[in-house]
């Protein structure tokens, strides 16, 4: 909804006197960047009645407005936390994760990181009751504004009640209100000409069908953010030890495992694992329009690690990846990087599939002595 200036400034003199709202300043020297998409609920002790009103309602609550999200810390680290940091941090020692579902600890140790920030407040135990803050539109060079509303309730109903009148109160923000989960999961809406360069459209289409191929990674995203998760919640919860990447396995019958990561398999249809083996050839990388130069060299490992024995369609299949004039080849890029993120995150898994900008040579950036090859693929001689 949007509110002229007057009405704005109307509204939320009356959230002062109705609920409390009162301004905080935070210094920049917060370690994330605040949204004011997040209202972040902030208590004094834990109190394990909020904890089940959560646990019971924080979907429902959510999902009513998707630009006014409850960050609620204990019930993250109780039921999703240490799923994301396995995705984060695939083969992480359980030591580590034991450590992080200790949560009261954790909880307060967040808590106090953020207060810690604000100007004359430093500990949680200075909070007089629970309260949700939200980052508002600050031009103040030195400091973060804040609103703030204390939590002061009877019962349940009082307290959804609350929630929902906070949501309501305008924030100092001209704008729209936006999602940054959107923002980063946006894709053109036109149709890519089939006249563009192949390697100038090789980022959208990539961009676009992993949308689409990843879909059960997107419905894990859409149930954290219902669930109140964020960038900054994983960010302020989790002090994730260096990404370690693992040796790439390829086996004799051109199965391909990651050893390091608990065995994980990594699988992709034929034709995909076809581009990937061919990649893995040339560590230098090739621009996709120079693939036509290659289609024998494809079509041989096509015939060497499929089962298929209709030469004909093998044939036509390899002739249709080569054509620049077609999306097939990105196509089997977005594949191969789906395999990879719907196990871990990209910040890994950019290692192992095919990247390069626009008109640059294609590659994957593993070092090949990470590269455990039983199979022959990579080095055979057609």
């Known amino acids: 909804m949007f509110y002229s200036i007057s009405e704005k400034r109307e509204l939320r003199a009356k959230a002062q006197i109705d609920l409390g709202l009162k301004e905080i300043f935070i210094d920049r020297d917060l370690p994330f960047r605040p949204n004011f998409r997040y209202y972040i609920y902030l208590e004094p002790t834990f109190d394990y009645s909020v904890y089940t009103y959560f646990r019971e309602h924080i979907i429902e609550i959510n999902s009513k407005d998707e630009y006014r999200q409850i960050l609620?810390?204990?019930?993250?680290?109780?039921?999703?936390?240490?799923?994301?940091?396995?995705?984060?941090?695939?083969?992480?020692?359980?030591?580590?994760?034991?450590?992080?579902?200790?949560?009261?600890?954790?909880?307060?140790?967040?808590?106090?990181?953020?207060?810690?920030?604000?100007?004359?407040?430093?500990?949680?135990?200075?909070?007089?009751?629970?309260?949700?803050?939200?980052?508002?539109?600050?031009?103040?060079?030195?400091?973060?504004?804040?609103?703030?509303?204390?939590?002061?309730?009877?019962?349940?109903?009082?307290?959804?009640?609350?929630?929902?009148?906070?949501?309501?109160?305008?924030?100092?923000?001209?704008?729209?209100?936006?999602?940054?989960?959107?923002?980063?999961?946006?894709?053109?809406?036109?149709?890519?000409?089939?006249?563009?360069?192949?390697?100038?459209?090789?980022?959208?289409?990539?961009?676009?069908?992993?949308?689409?191929?990843?879909?059960?990674?997107?419905?894990?995203?859409?149930?954290?953010?219902?669930?109140?998760?964020?960038?900054?919640t994983i960010r302020s919860l989790i002090r994730l030890p260096e990404a370690k990447l693992s040796p790439l396995l390829i086996t004799p019958d051109y199965r391909i495992f990651l050893p390091a990561y608990d065995n994980m398999e990594i699988e992709m249809p034929t034709l995909s694992k076809v581009v990937f083996f061919f990649f893995l050839r040339y560590p230098a990388g090739l621009r996709f329009k120079e693939l036509i130069d290659y289609k024998e060299e494809l079509l041989q490992i096509y015939c060497t690690i499929s089962n298929r024995e209709n030469m004909e369609k093998m044939e036509q299949s390899i002739s249709v990846l080569v054509d620049s004039t077609r999306n097939s080849i990105n196509e089997k890029c977005s594949r191969i990087r789906a395999a990879f993120i719907s196990n871990f995150a990209d910040d890994i898994a950019h290692n192992y599939y095919i990247t390069g900008s626009s008109s640059t040579p294609k590659r994957i950036t593993l070092d090949r002595n990470m590269l455990i090859d039983k199979s022959g693929i990579v080095n055979i001689i057609f």
């Not at 400091?143 to 009877?154: A, K, T």
């Open 72 to 232: 609620y810390f204990p019930l993250f680290i109780d039921q999703e936390l240490v799923p994301i940091v396995k995705y984060n941090r695939p083969g992480i020692e359980e030591s580590i994760l034991s450590e992080i579902r200790s949560t009261v600890d954790n909880i307060k140790d967040i808590y106090n990181s953020i207060l810690s920030h604000v100007k004359g407040l430093s500990n949680v135990e200075e909070l007089s009751t629970p309260c949700l803050i939200t980052s508002e539109d600050s031009k103040d060079i030195t400091d973060y504004r804040f609103s703030l509303y204390p939590l002061v309730y009877q019962n349940d109903n009082q307290f959804g009640q609350l929630i929902q009148s906070i949501f309501n109160v305008p924030g100092y923000d001209s704008g729209i209100r936006c999602s940054t989960i959107e923002e980063r999961l946006d894709v053109l809406e036109s149709a890519i000409s089939e006249k563009i360069d192949p390697d100038e459209k090789y980022n959208w289409a990539d961009k676009h069908s992993i949308t689409q191929l990843a879909s059960e990674i997107q419905e894990r995203i859409d149930k954290l953010q219902l669930m109140g998760v964020s960038d900054f």
